[in-house]
T-cell receptor, first 112, second 112 residues
């Protein structure tokens, strides 16, 4: 089955700096890669996603890049703000059935 | 907005009890999922269902069963609760392979 490795497990940045979280997947059939943000005590929420036919996608301060050859994808947050503090999960999904494998999460702390 | 509702936010049960966790979604999604979330382990898939009366085992189905008698409702059953099933349980639904998940708020189950 699919295996998704996520690094780092914790990340502290100063407000205004950038944060990068990386994930590596194993199943070459994976073709959809969503990212979820989970604030303390709340449900995970989809913040951005990318499909295998695209190398990069951007939404304001958040961007995701995908390298299918190397089987890794990354979340980039620029100009971080305290409200970006949360746990972030990457995920990989294969076309054809809706089974999503999650990474183990990254706890991001933005220091004011 | 898609709404995924889990019946209980917090639950305390005794070892050996039969436990039902209920999840209801209101957007006619075909796919529904049960995950458990544990520190350092991220989100692990227990079971999923892609249609009424259909179910598939996820990565950690042991000790659990599910029921999907109606499209909007997906129940997770712990036949005989054990202390190692103390966890946060998250339900999710999705419209299909091209869409992300919507999560419920979670049920924090403690087995004593």
């Amino acid at each position: 089955g699919e295996n998704v490795e996520q690094h780092p497990s914790t990340l502290s940045v100063q407000e205004g700096d950038s944060a990068v979280i990386k994930c590596t997947y194993s199943d070459s059939a994976s073709n959809y890669f969503p990212w979820y943000k989970q604030e303390l005590g709340k449900r995970p929420q989809l913040i951005i996603d990318i499909r295998s036919n695209v190398g990069e996608k951007k939404d304001q301060r958040i961007a995701v890049t995908l390298n299918k050859t190397a089987k890794h994808f990354s979340l980039h947050i620029t100009e971080t703000q305290p409200e970006d503090s949360a746990v972030y999960f990457c995920a990989a999904i294969t076309e054809g059935y809706q089974k999503v494998t999650f990474g183990t999460g990254t706890k991001l702390q933005v220091i004011p | 907005d898609v709404k995924v509702t889990q019946s209980s936010r917090y639950l305390v049960k005794r070892t050996g009890e039969k436990v039902f966790l209920e999840c209801v979604q209101d957007m006619d999604h075909e796919n529904m999922f049960w995950y458990r979330q544990d520190p350092g382990l991220g989100l692990r898939l227990i079971y999923f269902s892609y249609d009424v009366k259909m179910k598939e085992k996820g990565d950690i189905p042991e000790g659990y069963s599910v029921s999907r008698e109606k499209k909007e409702r997906f129940s997770l059953i712990l036949e005989s609760a054990s202390t190692n099933q103390t966890s946060m349980y998250l339900c999710a639904s999705s419209a299909g392979t091209r869409y992300g998940y919507t999560f419920g708020s979670g049920t924090r189950l403690t087995v004593v």
